[in-house]
């Protein structure tokens, strides 16, 4: 019995593209984005195979193996996957580059969404919202709104259109582009030290009755003690492997106790 | 402040609402900056939603699901950071630590259901293999409820039910106690931005952080968009010399470095 398959149109793709908000949904530990991934490919594939159930049975449940990316990403691996189903490419190749592709995906849109343009968007609209301005939260709305729907179906479009092609392009972007994020995202972190972390003794410390304790620090460099703090932290997360829970109790217990000691 | 019943059922179906986007981490109103602007308005005290997320936001900036992790709920550290503040009459950024605990509640439901619904594969796979599309839905939507109803559930207990119980322990705090809580709430930005280094920096991109944080100090800039432009442009610069120094090496990638 031969397979017939369907074209499928660039409407088909922005349609799953735009579904795929609920490629996170039934996340679990065994097999994390499984059911949701294998969920928003569903109804495209229904359109490549048409009424050949058994084919469309059999490649959601190629699809039903353990995935975890990032969710603006996995458009990409939908798109490449439904070009490939299309062709009537072996199915274990697809599986093959299923399982070679979401992790530098999920490297990629982590560095991205993630690492970058969440904490630029927070550090812009937290600002406006302290200066108790509403378009604070409503440009993050905005924002986010536009980054749920159109990455995803640009990105979707993009693995369709590329093919088999998408695993060197990968390849050969992914580094860079995560590199050109990293310089982004640390960047914007420094500047959010001063603004967002405030740490520094009472005005009214003074040493030996004369020098303003505080003066001392920003006489070498203002906001040193933030700086000094982000870095501590860091180096109990990286190098103490420090658990975050237990960081936060300590952070509170520790101010509790300056709070009462008078000294900030 | 009392919150009134109202209130109480009106920031149970926000909490519900953003639960369900919490799931799908699609647009984003899981964060502490929308629930708290939302629970705000509720609470007709907006300028304290403003305050209390933005203070929640960055704190819980780096505490992120990347690799699948579940860490303190985003959600529930905006919605109580604005609750405890508007009925305790406390600053934002004291009411942030003491907001930690509903965070890890949540937190627990998330981890539950992380667990529980690998339940759910079984059904879902019986579903696939008859190309059933819309029983394998049916499955996803369940869980959705499910998880929503979880935050529905504690949120309705935390805002409403025990708020008395939560005011008049907070109103029982001595002032060096509060003002300690306030000195944590400037602290814990910290442990986010703390979190999002331990993530990216890497030694050749240290310097930086550096140029970063004295563009912040010494410049009045007003918000940090100017530091990412100059970050784009350094990270472009970057780009095109690697390529360029790829093209005179003459090879392949495996040439360069």
């Not at chain 1, 990409?76 to 992790?103: P, T, V």
């Not at chain 1, 009214?204 to 933030?226: C, E, H, K, M, R």
């Not at chain 1, 860091?234 to 000691?261: A, H, R």
């Not at chain 2, 920031?11 to 981490?25: F, K, Y």
């Amino acid at each position: 019995m031969t397979v017939s398959r369907n074209k499928l149109t660039k409407k088909d793709i922005t349609q799953m593209s735009i579904l795929s908000v609920f490629e996170q949904v039934p996340f679990n530990f065994e097999r994390m984005q499984a059911g949701g991934f294998t969920y928003c490919i569903a109804p495209t594939l229904k359109k490549i195979y048409g009424d050949q159930t058994d084919e469309i049975a059999d490649a959601m449940m190629s699809n039903m193996d353990f995935i975890n990316t990032e969710p603006h990403m996995a458009t990409f691996l939908m798109g490449l996957i439904m070009s490939l189903e299309e062709a009537g490419e072996d199915r274990q190749m697809i599986k093959n580059i299923r399982a070679g592709l979401f992790g530098p995906l999920a490297g990629l849109g982590d560095a991205v969404f993630w690492f970058t343009l969440l904490p630029i968007s927070a550090a812009i609209c937290c600002s406006m919202s302290q200066q108790g301005s509403i378009l604070g939260p409503i440009l993050y709305i905005v924002f986010w709104g536009a980054m749920a729907i159109f990455p995803r179906i640009w990105l979707g479009q993009l693995g369709y259109r590329l093919g088999v092609g998408a695993v060197d392009t990968i390849r050969e972007n992914a580094a860079a582009i995560t590199k050109g994020a990293g310089i982004l995202g640390v960047m914007v972190v420094g500047g959010l030290i001063p603004t967002y972390v405030h740490f520094g003794f009472a005005d009214t410390l003074y040493l030996f009755d004369v020098v303003s304790v505080q003066g001392i620090f920003d006489a070498i460099i203002p906001n040193l003690l933030p700086l000094g703090l982000v870095f501590f932290i860091y180096f109990l997360f990286k190098k103490k492997n420090m658990n975050v829970i237990q960081l936060i109790l300590v952070i509170i217990l520790i101010s509790i106790g300056i709070s009462f000691l008078g000294i900030m | 402040m009392q919150i009134t019943f109202i209130q109480g059922i009106l920031l149970t179906v926000l909490a519900m609402i953003c639960a369900v986007d919490a799931a799908t981490e699609a647009f984003f109103w899981f964060r502490p900056i929308v629930v708290a602007f939302f629970a705000g308005i509720i609470l007709g005290d907006v300028q304290l939603g403003l305050a209390a997320g933005a203070v929640a936001e960055l704190s819980y900036l780096g505490l992120l699901t990347v690799g699948g992790t579940v860490p303190p709920d985003p959600l529930m550290a905006g919605m109580m950071t604005t609750v405890i503040a508007y009925a305790s009459n406390i600053s934002a950024e004291t009411a942030l630590g003491l907001a930690l605990p509903f965070a890890l509640l949540a937190q627990w439901w998330g981890i539950f259901t992380n667990t529980a619904y690998a339940g759910f594969m079984k059904p879902l796979e019986e579903k696939a293999k008859k190309a059933d599309i819309r029983g394998f839905w049916n499955i996803i939507v369940v869980s959705l409820v499910i998880k929503s109803i979880g935050y529905g559930v504690i949120t309705f207990l935390s805002v409403y039910a025990m708020q008395n119980l939560i005011s008049g322990f907070v109103s029982s705090f001595p002032i060096w106690l509060i003002h300690g809580f306030e000195i944590a709430g400037g602290v814990l930005p910290a442990v986010g931005l703390g979190l999002l280094l331990r993530i990216m920096l890497k030694s050749e991109n240290t310097p930086y952080l550096f140029l970063g944080f004295l563009m912040a100090t010494f410049l009045s800039l007003g918000n940090v968009l100017p530091i990412a432009i100059a970050a784009i442009a350094i990270a472009l610069i970057g780009y095109h010399n690697d390529k360029k120094r790829m093209v005179v090496v003459g090879g392949s990638e495996n040439d360069g470095i």
